[in-house]
């Protein structure tokens, strides 16, 4: 025969009394279903009816502290977004700068190309055959490439430039006082910085700049229309 559990084995041996009547008998009121703590468990712990959920460690410390933590994280947020803004800029900036260099190539291959007719249309002009229906086309035709920012140079007087001309003949002449362009033979074209084509032209330095093996040799330099004047007047 199996002997009854004594109160000893569990607690006091007192009997506990647990109320669940839904109507509270003093008051008539209704009362709210309440969750006991699972076994084993102690009240307030994760995975219990009641307990509270675990404290952010920022909890811990005080408030200054965590102003100081919430002003490094400010901190760190804004700098990545400056270096980002920052990347996008210079990304942006090379695009457009690309994307300029790569029209401007492609404008000045076009151009290039269109410099012979530009040639003839000049060459027309000096011999006053540029009339009717023809000089309607190259003047439109000189508009649009002025347009793409095409732009001639080179003219008679202009001081010598070897980055912009091209030496085709050379003399002395007391005429000048340095190294001039006496003579255009073809003009040149340039688009924005670029030069496309150097104007070839003939250049005339000081007689003082004749050198003097030339002068020993009594090489002949080019009289000037002054110098013929007087040689026809002597005559």
């Known amino acids: 025969m199996t002997d009854r559990p004594t109160g000893r084995e569990f607690g006091d041996g007192e009997p506990v009394v647990r109320d669940k009547r839904r109507i509270d008998p003093d008051t008539g009121a209704l009362r709210e279903p309440s969750e006991a703590p699972a076994a084993g468990a102690a009240p307030g712990m994760p995975g219990t009816p009641g307990a509270q959920p675990p404290r952010d460690p920022s909890d811990l410390i005080g408030p200054s502290a965590q102003e100081a933590l919430l002003t490094e994280a400010l901190a760190e947020r804004t700098a990545d977004l400056q270096r980002l803004q920052a990347e996008y800029v210079n990304y942006k900036r090379r695009v457009d700068r690309d994307r300029e260099a790569s029209r401007e190539l492609v ?3 076009v151009l290039t190309e269109l410099l012979g007719i530009l040639d003839d249309v000049g060459r027309a002009r000096e011999a006053g055959e540029l ?3 023809f000089k309607a086309v190259a003047e439109s035709l000189e508009r649009v490439t002025e347009k793409l920012g095409l732009v001639k140079f080179g003219e008679k007087g202009d001081s010598f430039d070897p980055r912009i001309h091209e030496a085709l003949l050379h003399n002395y002449s007391d005429e000048v006082d340095g190294p001039t362009a006496t003579m255009v033979m073809q003009p040149g074209y340039r688009l924005g910085e670029r030069v496309l084509r150097a104007a070839r032209v003939a250049v005339s330095e000081p007689t003082e700049q004749l ?3 030339a002068v020993q ?4 330099v080019e009289n000037t229309d002054d110098d013929k004047a007087a040689d026809q007047s002597a005559e």
């Open 107 to 109: 404008i000045g291959s």
């Open 131 to 133: 009339e009717g229906a």
């Open 211 to 213: 050198p003097a093996d």
């Open 217 to 220: 040799a009594d090489v002949p």
